[in-house]
């Protein structure tokens, strides 16, 4: 059986680490708070906005949408969007094992062949990738440590401009999408091109466009693009919270139980140590008489 002194410390040790498990869990019910307001502004917006970008990039010709015409896919890349930090339960692992396989999936040949690029979005993100040896663009994957439209912005421009280079004949963006505190789905989403939903090219789109359509197409299509990929920024930093918090819950109620474990070892050993004490002076008081 231990002896009092190693269980007393097991039990400060826990004692301390729970105390972390509840701040930290504070901490991330404040952040996720502000992230969820935000992004659930963003939704109706961002909705709305691929809504029009969906239709009007059906209505144009493919020399006239250069983020919209579909194209032989020889270049491929993937923006995985992770968090900065651990602790967060299977948040960041889930979101890694989903990109492997979409990459085995659909894109074996093109990491075979040297064509497949990651953007990590998340510190964690380019850890992962680059000790697996994928070509990295680790320029961006600082996001969240000073997160806004305008940085993000940068790297949405980034995306499209190399896009619109030829640079990427295709751009996936692998992340969670925020439902609840205790639930984060799983998300992969076409970003470049622009998906056109089954039937929209069919549709009768006679818009009459206010300013020119030229001035619409060089100004509204990036704007909204930039939003989506925002949008998807804003989703996973959300998410993570929300596992944060639900991980952090989970570590401090695991702390209780361990607690309880530990003081009834204590208390067991301390009654034993008790009772030997008391054997031993019996014992004791009896050769003496």
Request: charged fraction near 25%.
């Amino acid at each position: 059986m231990a002896n009092l002194k190693e269980v007393k410390t097991r039990i400060n040790s826990v004692i301390s680490t729970q105390q972390i498990t509840k701040a930290m869990k504070m901490v991330a019910a404040a952040k996720l708070r502000r992230a969820q307001d935000s992004i659930l502004q963003m939704r109706p917006y961002a909705a709305k906005l691929g809504e029009v970008l969906a239709n009007v990039s059906a209505g144009l010709e493919q020399d006239q949408n250069v983020y919209g015409a579909p194209r032989e896919v020889n270049r491929v890349l993937l923006v995985v969007i992770s968090s900065d930090r651990g602790l967060c339960g299977p948040f960041n692992s889930n979101v890694f094992k989903l990109a492997v396989e979409h990459i085995q999936k659909n894109y074996a040949a093109h990491q075979q062949a040297g064509d497949l690029q990651i953007m990590p979005v998340g510190k964690k993100s380019l850890e992962f990738f680059r000790k697996r040896g994928y070509q990295v663009i680790d320029e961006y994957a600082g996001l969240f440590s000073h997160l806004s439209f305008d940085n993000v912005r940068k790297a949405a421009e980034f995306i499209m401009k190399n896009y619109a280079e030829g640079q990427f004949d295709r751009v996936d963006l692998v992340y969670n999408t925020f439902k609840n505190v205790a639930t984060q789905i799983l998300t992969v989403e076409q970003y470049l091109p622009v998906k056109i939903e089954a039937g929209e090219e069919d549709m009768n789109l006679d818009y009459i466009y206010q300013p020119d359509q030229e001035t619409l197409i060089k100004e509204l299509i990036p704007k909204s693009l930039k939003v989506q990929f925002y949008k998807a920024i804003l989703e996973s930093n959300a998410a993570e919270h929300g596992a944060r918090m639900t991980a952090m819950d989970k570590a401090t109620e695991n702390a209780d139980e361990l607690l309880r474990d530990l003081r009834l070892t204590y208390n067991q050993t301390r009654q034993a140590a008790i009772t030997k004490e008391i054997l031993e002076i019996v014992a004791g008081a009896e050769a003496l008489g």
